[in-house]
């Protein structure tokens, strides 16, 4: 060869920048076909299309190859490999169906170039048609292509074939062809014929290894994965970072975080990955300190501008509950993606801030990001939280067409919004459309049902569900037990409760606890409760005893109530609900003096009772009242619809019911009292500007009392209005003059 020809070669192998240049390049083209006899010299033909194959300059490549006078076999192998490479499947296959003969090199192009696009059965198809024509054998590269191809499409009948093959023609011993093999078996979770496999294999290296780790780990077979952990002569920081993530996934935590210490000890160096996979171990363990500290590794080492390490961070800080610190890593990440904005929002929700995971959304789809099902289904469960229709049939329209609907999980997320939102006809109705359930799907309607207190369509949807064999888990159940405790059943959630505990191996929570309690003290059974807390294997929380506080309450009986109150305010000394409802006890018994006595301890101890205020939405904006409020642009029609309602319902025969006043005053004062709560006056700003034709949605953040309930009821007859109030336990569907709940929350 020519010295020219040389330092053509030379600089076309290793001058990036030249080549990176779109002038010069042309400039270095015309020199060759001007310069150079390719006609002449076929080698230095084949190796200049391979350059440019390599650098997918299919123009100068396609161009070059038309110049030979006589292209053998390597130069047809060239240009095909460039149209491989590129994904150019049309091309690609038109220079196939043009060579004049074709070696295993023409084939292996072929099937990659279909795997490259994801061609499965095309790739397939052209595996069969190497083994039909029966000129050349499949090689290692072949088969290995095969596999990955097969692992990818789910295709794992085609991969057992191809097994057959690699047996056939000699290859299981092979690491090349074994180590796709065992990736296939473990994703497949053919965890033992990916063992058989891996013991087959005579040499074998470190990343044979690493594909055998994951696929036990992602098994569940931490013990396994240990043993071989431990046998592993070398390991690399794949090896390390697999292990510690795999630990992390299968819920052992500490075992992850002990297992990087030692990872740091032995000088081996984290990527994002590895620290992506410690902070979520952090994160489910809850231990700060040591999310900080790596927080302060990842600046060190750099990673602190890394997208995975910083959206670890964001997910670390939020469910360690530091909201704060999780939005300060978000803000000054200056890259984000899909997955980012997704921690940041999940966190949001996670820390009750339903709010800002919606305006995060927003904020996100301005940026141009579109979200994916975790997305979706995170932001429209932080609907269901605030009760938001309008939101969230929004994000329903948008799962639609975005197609996100067939992740399980978002139409898991949309039956939940429903059910929340007081539609549980339409969230039954998605139910039924979904193509496939999980114990989720059916758990998320029993709860629905569950709070809408209807109990019987709750229990029917449990059966139906055990007949399906889906097997129920411990929110299932809180669902069931709640759904009798709303009705009064006490036998059938005695029943359900056992069945639990000896037909389902599920061991009672503090949830489960509190519900049978309500069910106990909610139908007046507050001895049987009270017995029920004394044998209870473990402390009943605040909640419980603020449980049987409020039926103590509610059935006049001090005692019970009292030792009720004592160990609330041990457990919690600033819940004010321990005093408001021992308050209400006492008052209700004209004991005055208690009264003023518990609230002086109120004051005392700086104690304040969560004031109770109402919402509803009207033209995208929320409109919030507390009791007695005029601070309402239209306080003064607001306060004249309630009079009139008022007068029209003494004539009905509605009597305030002043029990739950609180103050030693005169019986018009307590009734002047009730006639302004919250409630009230969101139910009277719905009645004027809600369309007669639509429901008057109203949400309040405490218990709805005795005479608003009884109020609203006459309501409801005398303004032929559906009202639909959703208070802290559940939702109250009035029409007609009754109500959902049958007299009975």
């Not at 569900?465 to 411990?474: F, I, K, R, S, T």
């Not at 929570?509 to 473990?538: V, W």
């Not at 457990?571 to 005093?579: C, D, I, M, T, W």
């Not at 018009?668 to 919250?678: E, T, V």
Request: charged share 20%; glycine share 6%.
């Amino acid at each position: 060869m020519s010295p020219a020809t040389y330092s053509v070669l030379l600089c076309f192998g290793r001058n990036s920048v030249l080549c990176s240049q779109a002038r010069d390049l042309k400039k270095l083209h015309c020199f060759i076909l001007k310069t150079l006899d390719l006609a002449g010299d076929t080698f230095l033909s084949n190796n200049l299309i391979t350059s440019y194959s390599n650098r997918s300059l299919l123009v100068y490549a396609r161009n070059l190859f038309d110049q030979i006078l006589h292209p053998n076999p390597f130069s047809w192998n060239g240009l095909l490999s460039a149209y491989s490479k590129a994904g150019h499947i049309p091309q690609m296959e038109q220079v196939f169906s043009s060579m004049p003969s074709r070696d295993l090199v023409s084939w292996n192009a072929l099937v990659s170039g279909y795997i490259g696009r994801g061609c499965c059965e095309r790739a397939f198809d052209a595996y069969r048609a190497l083994l039909l024509e029966g000129r050349v054998a499949a090689n290692r590269i072949t088969f290995s292509s095969l596999l990955i191809i097969a692992s990818k499409c789910s295709d794992f009948n085609l991969g057992r074939q191809v097994h057959c093959h690699i047996l056939k023609f000699g290859f299981a011993s092979h690491v090349f062809v074994g180590s796709p093999l065992v990736d296939m078996y473990s994703k497949a979770g053919f965890v033992h014929e990916a063992k058989r496999v891996f013991e087959d294999i005579e040499e074998k290296n470190v990343v044979l290894y690493n594909i055998m780790l994951a696929g036990l780990l992602r098994s569940g077979k931490v013990e396994d994965s240990k043993k071989l952990f431990d046998e592993m002569e070398e390991k690399d920081s794949i090896s390390w970072t697999t292990m510690v993530t795999g630990l992390t996934q299968n819920g052992l935590e500490q075992q992850a975080v002990d297992l990087s210490r030692a990872m740091r000890a032995e000088g081996v160096c984290m990527d994002q990955f590895t620290f992506g996979s410690i902070l979520t171990a952090c994160g489910g363990l809850s231990a700060l300190e040591l999310g900080k500290q790596t927080h302060a590794f990842i600046i060190r080492t750099r990673y602190d501008e890394n997208v995975f390490a910083g959206s670890a961070l964001v997910d670390m800080y939020s469910k360690c509950r530091r909201i704060e610190s999780a939005e300060l890593v978000f803000q000054r990440m200056k890259t984000k993606n899909v997955v980012s904005w997704t921690s940041m929002l999940v966190g949001y929700g996670q820390n009750g801030c339903s709010e800002e995971a919606v305006r995060t959304y927003c904020e996100m789809q301005k940026q141009g990001i579109e979200p994916d099902d975790f997305t979706l289904g995170s932001v429209i469960s932080s609907c269901a939280n605030l009760a938001s229709l309008e939101e969230g049939a929004q994000l329903h329209c948008k799962a639609n067409i975005s197609g996100l609907i067939s992740f399980i999980t978002v139409s898991n997320a949309i039956v939940t919004l429903y059910g929340k939102c007081g539609i549980i006809e339409d969230s039954h109705k998605l139910f039924n459309e979904m193509r496939s359930r999980d114990s989720v799907s059916w758990t998320a309607l029993v709860s629905g049902y569950a709070q809408f207190g209807k109990a019987n369509e709750t229990m029917d949807l449990f059966e139906r569900m055990l007949n399906e064999g889906v097997m129920p888990d411990g929110i299932t159940f809180i669902g069931v037990l709640s759904a009798c405790s709303r009705a009064g059943l006490v036998e059938k959630g005695y029943r359900y409760y056992n069945s639990m505990i000896h037909d389902h191996h599920i061991v009672p929570t503090a949830d489960h606890y509190t519900c049978m309690i309500d069910l106990l003290s909610r139908s007046g059974r507050l001895k049987e409760a009270e017995n029920f807390i004394k044998q209870m294997p473990c402390r009943p929380d605040a909640v419980a005893w603020a449980t049987l506080l409020s039926s103590c309450r509610f059935r006049n009986e001090l005692e019970i109530g009292k030792w009720a109150a004592e160990n609330l305010l041990e457990l919690e000394p600033q819940n004010p609900a321990s005093y408001v409802l021992l308050s209400s006890l006492h008052a209700a018994r004209g004991n005055w003096d208690e009264v003023a006595h518990l609230r002086k301890g109120m004051r005392d101890k700086n104690v304040r009772k969560e004031p109770g205020c109402s919402w509803i939405k009207y033209k995208n904006k929320v409109h919030i009242f507390s009791a007695d409020d005029q601070s309402h642009p239209y306080s003064e029609r607001i306060y004249a619809e309630l009079e009139k309602l008022s007068s029209k319902m003494i004539a009905e025969g509605y009597k305030p019911d002043v029990s739950s006043v609180l103050h030693d005053v005169t019986e018009s004062a307590k009734i002047h009292l009730l006639s302004h709560h919250s409630e009230k006056l969101a139910i009277a700003f719905g009645l004027i500007f809600i369309p007669p034709e639509l429901p008057i949605r109203v949400v309040k953040n405490l218990r709805v009392c005795m005479d608003c309930h009884n109020a609203t009821k006459f309501i409801s007859k005398i303004s032929n209005r559906e009202i639909l109030v959703r208070d802290s336990i559940r939702f109250h569907k009035f029409s007609g003059g009754a109500c959902s709940c049958g007299d009975f929350w």
